[in-house]
């Protein structure tokens, strides 16, 4: 790459950070519904034509803010997961470590936390290309069920019987090498755990839950209890 070429990739870099910094602070202040990309561009001090060229769309430019709040979610997740596996935990610790680490980023991030898990956007429908970061939580608990059902194994509620093809249906698509209830039981949890924390950041455990780092230490492992991860945990 040319000095020119490399100047060129740099500064388009450093605009396109500042085109999602302003829209990310109109977020916060507006709400994702109201995102005007002629309002960013105004902001910045560019003419919307110029704009345009980073981001044809506003559609566009909150795919971008969506991967991006999913990306550094999914960083958080494995980083704590990481740092619990280095410390030697056992999958119920590492559980709880993710669980942790979601509820964290979403405190310190409401605004995209909001973006990502609250109210559907009117008029925008997120492509294919959001799925591979929308994962990366999901995926990591998936791989801790996946792992203590290798080794020390988990414990199988049964479904009832109306249940079955449809938690059969779900272990083919998402872990078939997983016990279609234990599957099933994987995808209640991860409603449990979001729902958690939606109803902290978004204020329904007002007046109702003082403790709530405890409080949802303590849910996250009922729920893991649930997936089935119920045995002697090393602490």
């Known amino acids: 790459m040319s000095t020119a070429q490399g100047a060129r990739a740099r500064a388009r870099i450093e605009v396109t950070s500042a085109i999602k910094d302003e829209a990310r602070r109109q977020l916060a202040a507006e709400g994702a519904a109201k995102l005007s990309l002629r309002a960013v561009a105004r ?3 560019m003419v919307s034509s110029a704009l345009y060229r980073y981001f044809p769309s506003r559609d ?3 795919t ?3 991967i991006d ?3 550094s979610l999914g960083e958080g997740a494995e980083t ?3 740092a619990v596996v280095d410390a030697g935990a056992g999958p119920l610790r590492r559980w709880v470590a993710v669980c942790e680490a979601v509820r964290g980023w979403a405190l310190g991030h409401p605004h995209e936390y909001a973006l990502i898990y609250g109210s559907p956007v009117p008029g925008y429908k997120a492509p294919d290309t959001t799925v591979p970061a929308a994962s990366r939580v999901g995926l990591l608990l998936i791989g801790i069920v996946r792992d203590a059902h290798r080794s020390v194994g988990v414990a199988r509620t049964p479904v009832p019987a109306e249940l079955r093809p449809e938690a059969e249906r779900l ?3 998402l872990a078939p090498d997983l016990p279609a209830e234990v599957v099933a039981a994987l995808v209640a949890a991860w409603a449990q755990v979001y729902g958690l924390v939606g109803f902290e950041l978004f204020g329904q ?3 109702v839950v003082e403790d709530r780092e405890t409080f949802f230490r303590h849910s996250v492992s009922r729920i893991a209890h649930g997936v089935g ?3 002697p945990e090393k602490r």
Request: glycine share 4%; no cysteine; charged share 20%.
């Open 43 to 45: 902001e910045l001090g």
């Open 60 to 62: 566009d430019l909150l």
């Open 64 to 66: 971008a803010l969506i």
């Open 69 to 71: 709040a999913y990306d």
């Open 80 to 82: 704590a997961h990481a």
């Open 171 to 173: 272990a083919a698509d």
């Open 205 to 207: 455990f007002n007046r």
């Open 229 to 231: 991860l119920v045995f």
